[in-house]
């Protein structure tokens, strides 16, 4: 199995351009976490989905971020427009609901710079 | 507001037994705790989880006492390999919502030296 996949991996954008981040989870995982982290404010839960239904999106910072998952193999974090202080890792997991516990396979993050 | 608190960093030499608490006052009553590895430039990796008393698997121990409002993260016999940062990840009631949600600790730089 090749892991979550994230793409792309490195992301350079000016403030006020539409950014979308994609992510493909372990295949017969139900369920997908989108995460942001910064030095400032460590590793934030943005919005996770169950069977392609978003659960819990309270993490999601403001309006100019949206996510969506189409179907069991792709989700994508969308923001716009841009702004500096979005710059961040942002890292997509994924997990089979319904087990016990909290064992999420991370992918390896994009890393999003607005300048 | 519900805070997930861990030590800042630690410092070890190899061959030494480390030891990592967090503190999760207001764990959700389901709630499992879980404890993640992070290496430089990649993803969290799961290490271990535990919802009471002890756990052991063949990297780490995991003790959790009776009111579970912390945890330890126990790692035996440490090498350089092992320098990363640990994180605990509990599901915590926010009092301000009323809602439950995930939350990672603020994590914990370890240095292990030769």
């Known amino acids: 199995d090749a892991g979550v996949i994230q793409s792309p991996r490195h992301e350079v954008t000016e403030m006020g351009q539409e950014v979308t981040l994609r992510c493909k989870p372990i295949?017969?995982?139900?369920?997908l976490f989108w995460y942001r982290q910064t030095m400032m404010r460590g590793l934030e839960l943005l919005i996770y989905?169950?069977?392609?239904?978003?659960?819990?999106d309270s993490g999601m910072p403001e309006d100019r971020f949206s996510a969506k998952m189409p179907n069991a193999s792709f989700s994508t974090l969308k923001i716009q427009p841009s702004e500096p202080r979005d710059s961040a890792v942002y890292f997509c997991?994924?997990?089979?609901?319904?087990?016990?516990?909290?064992?999420?396979?991370f992918g390896p993050g994009t890393r999003l710079t607005v300048t | 507001l519900a805070k997930t608190t861990q030590p800042i960093s630690m410092d070890s030499y190899e061959g030494q037994e480390v030891n990592i608490t967090c503190s999760h006052n207001?764990?959700?009553?389901?709630?499992?705790i879980t404890w993640y590895q992070q290496f430089p430039s990649q993803g969290p990796r799961f290490i271990i989880q535990?919802?009471?008393t002890k756990v052991t698997n063949e990297v780490a121990s995991l003790f959790i006492p009776a009111d579970r409002k912390s945890s330890t993260l126990s790692l035996p016999r440490v090498s350089l390999s092992d320098t990363a940062v640990y994180y605990c990840?509990?599901?915590?009631?926010?009092?301000?919502?009323?809602?439950?949600?995930?939350?990672f600790g603020s994590g914990t730089r370890l240095q292990v030296q030769p």
């Open positions: 997991a994924s997990r089979i609901e319904g087990g016990s516990g909290n064992e999420q396979y």
């Open positions: 295949s017969g995982h139900n369920s």
């Open positions: 989905f169950n069977n392609n239904v978003p659960i819990d």
């Open positions: 207001n764990i959700a009553t389901n709630d499992y």
């Open positions: 535990g919802y009471k």
């Open positions: 990840l509990v599901g915590e009631y926010h009092m301000d919502t009323g809602r439950r949600a995930l939350t």
